[in-house]
């Protein structure tokens, strides 16, 4: 369910339902996933789908290495120009305050869970051009990439609105294959991701398309 706020004839601002969702979804997986880690061990089931991912053959590490540049945390700003340039101002907003908050938030959640990274938590982790030292829950490149679907997804129509979440998907298996994170660190940063990105589409509205019957749905793009 929408509720919208008068922005054009065809084309309004609104605040979704679904949003909400994400805030209480994305905290409750962030607690499950941070609760199970906070004692800074990795299962038997969580290292055997590490090693599943983090044991694929030694040539998908070029294109891995590439996937993971998708979650660094200058991507935020070039989604904001991106958005500037095509005239999506506030989707620009949406990008600067999620890479802000991505920074606030994660710092914090490292304050309070301390698990360090497969290298020194996970038997036989294959490290491939990471850090081996520092804390890992809960990812970064996962909260980035989260975060930044959630707030450009509403701007895209069709298939499109797949695009960012595949982003996400592989951004965080190229992390656990390059060793960098175990399952739950990825995890628990999509959570958090999805989060902050509701919290943002709930402040600055998300855009919908007015309906001959006043309902609303989606637009077409932008």
């Known amino acids: 369910m929408v509720r919208a706020c008068p922005h054009s004839p065809s084309t309004m601002r609104g605040r979704r339902r679904l949003d909400a969702i994400w805030v209480v979804a994305g905290l409750l997986v962030l607690f499950v996933t941070g609760w199970v880690a906070s004692d800074g061990n990795v299962d038997g089931w969580e290292r ?15 294109p891995m290495q590439g996937l993971q540049l998708l979650g660094v945390l200058l991507v935020g700003p070039a989604v904001a120009i991106v958005a500037l340039a095509v005239s999506r101002p506030r989707l620009a907003v949406a990008a600067l305050a999620v890479t802000v908050l991505k920074l606030g938030s994660e710092r914090a959640v ?111 793009s932008g």
Not at 49 to 56: K, Q, S, W, Y
Not at 182 to 195: C, E, I, K, Q, S
């Open 48 to 62: 055997g789908i590490f090693h599943a991912i983090n044991g694929l053959p030694s040539w998908l590490e070029p």
């Open 110 to 220: 490292k304050l309070v869970v301390e698990r360090q990274r497969p290298a020194v938590s996970t038997p036989d982790a294959i490290a491939r051009g990471v850090s081996v030292r520092g804390l890992a829950f809960v990812s970064g490149h996962a909260v980035l990439t989260a975060a930044l679907a959630g707030v450009v997804s509403p701007y895209l129509r069709g298939r499109w609105k797949v695009v960012p979440w595949a982003v996400v998907v592989m951004v965080c298996v190229a992390r656990v294959y390059l060793g960098a994170h175990n399952p739950l660190d990825v995890v628990g940063g999509v959570g958090l991701g999805l989060a902050i990105a509701g919290v943002v589409n709930l402040a600055l509205g998300v855009p919908i398309a007015a309906q001959p019957d006043g309902g609303s749905e989606p637009p077409p």
